[in-house]
């Protein structure tokens, strides 16, 4: 009897979780074949708006002469010709808008990274070419707004005229700031106000001053780098003001207040010395927003951490070409149903879908 009061009491003070973590199956008819002979390169990022459109931005320029063989001078086969840059898909996956590309007032990137559908319905578009130190901010048509920073030759992280090949964005919507993981060259999170594009503010790794300082490669045995490695690769901005950015080539999430001061770190697959393990991350569409999300490119895969400490719920994906498989698995999105949406880069060149699982309570999405 006193063993079964023990294990009695176990049990009870035992944490308890509400419920399980989301599960996913592959839609492996989503998207639909593109229109017009058209065909993606590299998708380098996806986005959800607020009436569940999925928008991709791709690269055109990654296609192979043999992929885009009919756009040739003579065509070379019947198939295919490079599809605009921004495509956007209903959730049957039909493309429903397409645009893009260089135009007056702007300068285009020369290689497509990340995009960003902000509360206003305004898209955000990043690039990580050789010259590319700017954020573009369009209407969903494609017009024209704004530009922050500027192309040309790289200049360092303590520069706050220019980006630095600047990863991807988002926009607070309690402050109307725009907040950018900078990147693939530059070693900051840095924040300007999303009306005017005016510099706020900026930090490095633990909320110190960003510096270049080259840090060799990364050793999972080595103590913690006291700056981010590159790509600083994505940004978060949850509802309770936590901000989560990912320290890609650090296999590590650092988590800070708006200012910029350091909350907490965690690590996520340590031993990963490819090419990193914290790629993409989104927040989950419940009310508390209990996970992250997490694209993984080097191990292909997408897992389910626990905000509070990055514990691994769960994982689904592998090294592939099958459906549901991955090859550089480079950012997700996830809608107000709690599908997710992921894109690929190197070779993959592809969008794919997967449905949640079950039932689960979610917070329905504000336009």
Known sequence: MRWIAVLVALVCAAPALAEDPPTFKVDPFWPKPLPNNWIMGQAAGVAVDAEDHVWVIQRPRT?????????LTPPRSRCCVPAPPVLVFDQEGNLIKSWGGPGQGYDWPQNEHGIHIDHKGFVWLAGNGDQDGQILKFTRDGRFVMQIGKSGPQTNSQDTTRLGKPAN????????????ADGYYNHRVIVFDAETGAFKRMWGAYGEPPTDEALGPYDPAAAPPRQFRNPVHCIQVARDGLVYVCDRTNDRVQVFRRDGTFVKEFKVEPQTRANGSVWELALW??????YLMNA?????????????????LGRFGRNGRMAGDFHWVHNLAIDSRGTIFTTEVDTGKRAQKFLLQGNMVLRKRTP
Do not use: C, F
């Open 63 to 71: 296609l192979t002469d043999d992929e885009k063989a009919a756009s």
């Open 296 to 312: 993984d490119g080097a191990n292909n895969e997408v897992r389910t951490l626990r905000r509070e400490d990055g514990a691994v």
């Open 285 to 290: 569409p419940d009310e508390a927003q209990s």
């Open 169 to 180: 964005m988002q926009v607070d919507p309690e402050t109307n700031e725009l907040y950018v």
